[in-house]
């Protein structure tokens, strides 16, 4: 029997007190009470939860002593039951009354056979209730992991130091380190992961054999990838998790495009390389709590800028860096199957990281421009991406006087007509005024509505635009084509123009 240090054991004495009252688990005393030779062993994570008195809803148990088929009868009578993983001795299952969110993993003892391609769930899994449970905890990935608590007794079973790792702060694998990655490649990137989340130190050879084998998670699927890339990322201690990504070569197999801007020189407004600058960029999002989608925005704002430098040193340039940067991106996130609404919203943050503004010289036309260009729903996440942007180059004010004014305007104009949606003349109120049946040239005429409305908010009066239509009726489509406001030709005009007159703004 393992001896429970006494602050462990103090941890796990109130837990089970908790635990044999919490209706919730009422299940596991009847099953208990009705199978007098079961074993029943809480394992993995929320084991290692209890010690470190970190909350956790992750329930996984292990019964020995009870076959198969009469677990999954006795369980049928006390919840619902999913089969999925019942080939392999494993049944999800919710109780009746259940409160907690998380289904409950209930399995057998089981042995794994790996067929060493490290390829995610590659090896063959058998279950025996009779296997003893230390041969089911060799299977697991980390001694932090791979301890078993007896809900009955109390007994901790703890066969690779686990609790001495716990007070270490130490991740380590449950022996052989090449063997246990070997097994399942998606177990460096749980390394990654559990230290990111824990704050503790992976283990000297652990590490060592996770830099030998980075490479080999471009064999992992996609999607496995992102999600334990995505676990580290939202986590508060994201950048030191991004730092280990980098410095364990896993990062160079994830985002290679990112890799790429390791040494790159910039210009006279920067002191750093560009991948220094995205690391701090994205360092800054995740100090002030900004959300996971304002995190990648920062962390590939400056995806491109290898890709189009111009020059070298103090006078180098990276001209529509934003644009090439958002095309990158998109394919970046498709690559680690982001969903497409996550993916537009961050393509989106990308393309326009790089909007202009100079208090004074922007008229309210060019703010409402500005803020068709961003989307209202965007502004304050594009304002989050700037403020990471700008202290990621060191400068000393996240939010300048001017930023702060620009803010401020945002919000004053937008509730004017930013889209043909806001005119106060309707499709249909333009047929019934014309008298023509639906076709092309009804947008062509919203269009042209829009651009005048957008330059003076004052004319979105139904009795200027009725008026206004008849007279937009007789143009030929070309000439109202010529009319729609063209945002991405203005941008474009506002860049150059903005970089005649401000050399030192990039």
């Known amino acids: 029997m393992i001896m429970l240090k006494p602050n462990h054991k103090k941890l796990i004495d109130s837990f089970l007190r908790t635990f044999q009252s919490d209706p919730d688990f009422k299940f596991v005393q009847k099953l208990a009470k009705k199978h007098k030779d079961a074993e029943i062993y809480l394992v993995g994570g929320k084991v290692r939860d209890i010690m470190l008195e970190r909350e956790s809803k992750d329930y996984d148990f292990v019964i020995r002593n009870v076959e198969a088929k009469d677990l999954e009868k006795f369980l049928n009578q006390e919840g619902k039951v999913d089969l999925v993983g ?238 090439v940067g958002a095309k990158i991106t998109r394919k970046i996130l498709q690559r680690m199957k982001y969903p497409n609404e996550v993916i537009e919203k961050i393509t989106h943050l990308v393309r326009h990281h790089m909007f202009f503004y100079s208090m004074g010289e922007v008229s309210d036309a060019g703010i409402r421009r500005l803020l068709v260009r961003l989307g209202k729903d965007n502004v304050a996440e594009a304002i989050q991406v700037r403020i990471c942007d700008r202290l990621g180059m060191g400068r000393p004010k996240a939010k300048p006087y001017k930023l702060i004014e620009l803010e401020k305007r945002l919000q004053e104009v937008q509730f004017d007509p930013i889209s043909v949606k806001m005119l106060k003349l309707k499709g249909d109120e333009l047929m019934k005024s014309l008298e023509i049946k639906p076709g092309p040239k009804i947008g062509l005429i919203l269009n042209s509505l829009l651009a005048e409305v957008l330059e003076d908010p004052k004319l979105n009066t139904k009795k200027y635009l009725i008026k206004r239509v008849k007279e937009l009726n007789k143009l030929s489509d070309k000439k109202l084509i010529e009319l729609a406001p063209n945002l991405e030709k203005y941008e474009q005009e506002r860049k150059r123009e903005f970089f005649s007159k401000f050399k030192g703004v990039e």
């Open 86 to 323: 019942k080939s392999f001795g494993v049944f999800k299952f919710v109780p009746k009354k259940f409160t907690l969110t998380e289904q409950i993993d209930i399995a057998l003892p089981r042995t794994e056979h790996s067929f060493n391609t490290g390829g995610y769930r590659d090896f063959d899994i058998q279950s025996d209730h009779e296997l003893d449970i230390e041969k089911d905890l060799e299977r697991r990935d980390f001694t932090i992991n791979a301890m078993a608590l007896n809900i009955t007794s109390g007994e901790l079973i703890d066969p690779f130091s686990g609790q001495k790792d716990l007070d270490n702060k130490i991740i380590k694998t449950v022996g052989k380190q090449q063997d246990r990655f070997k097994e399942d490649y998606t177990r460096m990137l749980r390394a990654v992961r559990f230290s990111t989340q824990l704050e503790f130190t992976i283990e000297a050879e652990t590490y060592k054999v996770i830099k030998k084998l980075a490479d080999k998670i471009k064999t992992l699927p996609e999607e496995r990838v992102t999600e334990d890339f995505n676990k580290i990322i939202k986590n508060s201690n994201a950048s030191f998790g991004m730092k280990l990504l980098y410095e364990s070569n896993l990062l160079k197999y994830i985002i290679p495009e990112l890799i790429i801007g390791v040494g790159v020189s910039q210009n006279k407004n920067h002191i750093y390389s560009v991948f220094t600058h995205s690391m701090k960029s994205f360092d800054f999002a995740v100090k002030r709590g900004y959300n996971t989608r304002v995190r990648m925005a920062a962390l590939l704002h400056d995806i491109a800028k290898p890709k189009v430098k111009k020059g070298e040193g103090y006078d180098s340039t990276f001209y529509n860096h934003d644009i």
